[in-house]
């Protein structure tokens, strides 16, 4: 069985960055893609960006291009997602959730598995 | 980008009846479309994908239908623990993967 398992809650100062990690157990981690997904306050769900970490390549929209890194380490099972120049805009639950079919299918696939979120609270 | 668009954005139903929920596409997205649930404080939980093949562990009173740009949600008889927002997903075109803004469902 997949588990995703996520960092705990964050309070970040406008301007500075966050780090959030997401620790997968079960499964074969590096023939899936991660992506982040956030919900802000009373609001739908948003695509951050996700990652390959079999190949270590990331894939962002256009919005988050510059402030978001996402990276992987396959030997510890985990993704991270860097957000950088934190508004209060950004205070959110963030997501990370599993797809792909494992040989080949990596984001045209649904999220499977959801980490339990990561509250992230920007205020000065 | 893809649009997706949800309706009706609050669906208000008895418990025992039934729901159909909808969702449109800007542009084909074929059948990779996704729809989820989610509970206040928890996470989203994928229900169908492939449009209209449930998830591992989904009870059959859930059903999805469509292809292209028009698609379904059905919920046959509304059980009390099925009172949540749905969430429709296309993962067709991308970046970016995009989702809907929702489907509340409430006890009438």
């Known amino acids: 069985q997949v588990q995703l398992v996520q960092s705990g809650a964050e309070v970040k100062k406008p301007g500075s960055s966050v780090k959030v990690t997401c620790k997968a157990f079960g499964g074969t981690f590096g023939r899936y893609a991660v992506s982040w997904v956030r919900q802000a306050p009373g609001q739908g769900l948003e695509w951050m960006g996700g990652i390959i970490p079999l190949f270590g390549t990331a894939n962002y929209p256009q919005r988050f291009q510059g402030r978001v890194t996402i990276t992987a380490d396959e030997s510890a099972t985990t993704a991270y997602l860097d957000l950088s120049s934190l508004r209060s805009e950004d205070t959110a639950v963030y997501y990370c959730a599993r797809s792909g079919d494992g040989s080949g299918h990596y984001y045209s696939r649904a999220f499977d598995y959801w980490g339990q979120g990561t509250l992230v609270t920007v205020s000065s | 980008e893809i649009v997706m668009t949800q309706s009706p954005a609050t669906l208000s139903v008895s418990p025992g009846e039934r729901a159909t929920l909808s969702c449109r596409a800007s542009q084909s997205v074929s059948s990779n479309l996704a729809w989820y649930q989610q509970k206040p404080g928890q996470a989203p939980r994928l229900l169908i994908y492939?449009?209209?093949t449930r998830a591992t562990g989904i009870p059959a009173r859930f059903s999805g239908s469509g292809s292209g740009t028009e698609f379904n949600l059905t919920i046959s008889s509304l059980q009390s623990e099925d009172f949540a927002v749905y969430y429709c997903?296309?993962?067709?075109?991308?970046?970016?993967?995009?989702f809907g803004g929702g489907t509340k469902v409430e006890i009438k």
């Open positions: 997903q296309q993962y067709n075109n991308w970046p970016p993967i995009t």
């Open positions: 492939g449009a209209s």
